[in-house]
Nanobody
């Protein structure tokens, strides 16, 4: 089992920044990658970014490239997403999820954190 807890959401004005955290516990050596997803009201959940658990490879959705940066603190078993130049369209509940080495998809999900960007 892997347990994920997100934090760092809030209300920010357009153009501002936020940093979300995803703290992992449990069978963390089994993690292959951690992803960030978001779901806006009335819309489907979408991929935002991901990082391999080794911290080397990161991937981004086109909509956030150049504005968001994902990173990992190995000592804290925590993955961050630094979100800059935020836009109202970034408003959503943000979730982190873990994909294990043996899994094809993300198996473990956090509870989500709300990000609201005002215009």
């Amino acid at each position: 089992q892997v347990h994920l807890v997100e934090s760092g959401g809030g209300l920010v004005q357009a153009g501002g920044s936020l940093r979300l955290s995803c703290a992992a516990s449990g069978r963390t050596p089994s993690i292959y990658a951690v992803g960030w997803f978001r779901q806006a009201s009335g819309k489907e959940r979408e991929f935002v970014a991901s990082i391999r658990w080794n911290g080397i490879d990161a991937f981004y959705a086109d909509s956030v490239k150049g504005r968001f940066t994902v990173s990992r603190d190995k000592a804290k078993n925590t993955v961050y997403v630094q979100m800059n130049s935020l836009k109202p369209d970034d408003t959503a509940v943000y979730y982190c999820a873990a994909k294990l080495i043996i899994d094809r998809d993300y198996s473990y999900w956090g509870q989500g954190t709300q990000v609201t960007v005002s215009s």
